[in-house]
T-cell receptor, first 111, second 115 residues
Framework: AQSVAQPEDQVNVAEGNPLTVKCTYS??????LFWYVQYPNRGLQFLLK??????LVKGSYGFEAEFNKSQTSFHLKKPSALVSDSALYFC?????????FGSGTKLNVKP | DAGVIQSPRHEVTEMGQEVTLRCKPISGHDYLFWYRQTMMRGLELLIYFNNNVPIDDSGMPEDRFSAKMPNASFSTLKIQPSEPRDSAVYFC?????????????FGNGTRLTVT
């Protein structure tokens, strides 16, 4: 079965500290991997994607993600969190004719 | 680029009434998706279109739900009759061909409340 897992419902981090939001996937073939962010009362916004090539992908707002094929993971990272990064983050996998979204992780960055 | 435009932003209706949600995709995009978001079930794909043709409607919950795309710049999602369990935020998204590698562009959603 195709699936995307975000094992943490919520991640709390202090401003200035590094953050990681975890994502693992189980899909057949070579997946395309994405991260999206959702602010309150807004639609999802694209952050970054991995198609092929370097395992470390850089995206918007200083975010990056590391693709690990052996662990089937695509964790989102940022070296120094900002309060304004507080939002809901979704991992997604594109395969064949569908996207599969994770359940979302709420990131709380405290001053 | 105005982005994906959805209307209305909020809709409150009584059980049994017909509800129509509207979406205008980004010009030039040839894929359009309808998603539903709830706390319990997260993001669910309801249906998607390619070049105005429905490709996969397996996520449509039941016959009360229907979606159309009469042209490249407009789509509707209709619920008739509506039920309280349909209360959710409904998102429309569009993208270009090769959508597996192209990001989705989401509208700001329609928050539907059925009382």
């Amino acid at each position: 079965a195709q699936s995307v897992a975000q094992p943490e419902d919520q991640v709390n981090v202090a401003e200035g500290n590094p953050l990681t939001v975890k994502c693992t996937y189980s899909v057949s073939g070579n997946p395309y991997l994405f991260w999206y962010v959702q602010y309150p009362n807004r639609g999802l916004q694209f952050l970054l994607k991995y198609i092929t090539g370097d395992n470390l992908v850089k995206g918007s707002y200083g975010f990056e993600a590391e693709f690990n094929k052996s662990q089937t993971s695509f964790h989102l990272k940022k070296p120094s969190a900002l309060v304004s990064d507080s939002a809901l983050y979704f991992c997604a996998v594109g395969n064949f004719n569908k996207f599969y979204f994770g359940s979302g992780t709420k990131l709380n960055v405290k001053p | 680029d105005a982005g994906v435009i959805q209307s209305p932003r909020h809709e409150v209706t009584e059980m049994g009434q017909e509800v129509t949600l509207r979406c205008k995709p980004i010009s030039g995009h040839d894929y359009l998706f309808w998603y539903r978001q709830t706390m319990m079930r997260g993001l669910e794909l309801l249906i998607y279109f390619n070049n105005n043709v429905p490709i996969d409607d397996s996520g449509m919950p039941e016959d009360r739900f229907s979606a159309k795309m009469p042209n490249a710049s407009f789509s509707t999602l209709k619920i008739q009759p509506s039920e309280p369990r349909d209360s959710a935020v409904y998102f429309c998204a569009s993208t270009l061909s090769g959508f597996r590698s192209s990001p989705l562009h989401f509208g700001n959603g329609t928050r539907l409340t059925v009382t």
